[in-house]
């Protein structure tokens, strides 16, 4: 009778999980001009920003390459973290607008657990965010950029990629928190997009940085959960080793995640303390 009762509960879980994804799933195919969208900002960094400054790393050979590569090489993974951060980001709007209109209340109210339910959207987020960068990707092999996802390690890319994807899903899922009103998102959201894309890596070298003299901007680098995904999917597409960013992603995925938890608890979650100051 246990055994049956469990089975009946993890049967329950994979439905569910599998229907939050589909929904999803099915609303990103609704919303057609959604894809488009994604890829224009990475797309006009590449096709335009890159080809002013498309020989600038010419003259230094830098890890995790092995001879000299053009600009438009070195931010393409770059590119692949600001779909990730962009897509992280609006599923974080998502999360507000659901909210707003019920949505969530009714899937936080299912028999399941909670931390399930939340995880089966994040997973839904980093799934799309997966479908984008790979149409990145052939967009950039139409456009000269070629990465070498045909390499032995792209597995290792693919896994990078994702658990980068579920990172920054996890970091939407925390701001969901905090941002109560869908009027209070932009604002919020400039506070966490631009500061992690430009004080990273994406776009710029560490050595770069502190060759320049701009050491708050290198030490802030430094710290960035975001500059160790884009090295993590970065050193992954060439094989070499990322070093610790694996664990600060991975680290950094698991804390959001879990406050994310804590957050929407509306007995002691941070939801319950708005609550409070709002009454």
């Not at 488009?36 to 890890?63: D, E, K, M, Q, T």
């Not at 590569?69 to 951060?85: E, K, N, Q, S, T």
């Not at 936080?108 to 990145?136: C, E, G, I």
């Amino acid at each position: 009778m246990r055994s049956a009762a469990r089975h009946r509960e993890v049967r329950h879980a994979v439905q569910a999980l599998r229907a939050i994804v589909l929904r999803e799933l099915l609303r990103f195919w609704q919303q057609k001009t959604r894809l488009v969208s994604a890829l224009v900002r990475p797309v006009l960094w590449l096709a335009v920003f890159a080809a002013g400054l498309r020989n600038v790393f010419g003259v230094a050979i830098i890890a995790p390459y092995d001879s000299y590569i053009p600009y438009d090489v070195y931010i393409a993974p770059g590119l692949i973290g600001m779909v990730l951060l962009f897509n992280g980001m609006q599923s974080s709007l998502a999360m507000v607008y659901d909210r707003e209109m019920g949505l969530m209340r009714l899937l936080l109210t299912a028999p399941l657990p909670r931390w399930w339910v939340l995880l089966s959207k994040m997973f839904a987020t980093a799934l799309l965010s997966l479908v984008q960068v790979l149409a990145f990707v052939a967009v950039a092999a139409v456009l000269g950029t070629e990465l070498p996802v045909a390499a032995p390690a792209s597995l290792h890319a693919l896994f990078a990629t994702l658990a980068c994807a579920l990172m920054l899903a996890s970091l939407g899922l925390l701001l969901s928190v905090y941002v109560r009103q869908l009027e209070n998102f932009a604002g919020a959201m400039n506070f966490v997009i631009f500061p992690m894309y430009f004080l990273s890596t994406a776009l710029y070298p560490l050595w770069k940085l502190e060759e320049s003299g701009a050491t708050w901007v290198y030490r802030v680098a430094q710290f960035n959960p975001f500059t160790h995904a884009v090295e993590w999917i970065r050193f992954a597409l060439y094989g070499k080793d990322p070093g610790i960013a694996p664990l600060v992603v991975l680290g950094t995925l698991v804390v959001c995640f879990t406050l994310a938890c804590r957050g929407y608890d509306p007995q002691r979650g941070f939801g319950a303390l708005a609550q409070r100051g709002t009454a």
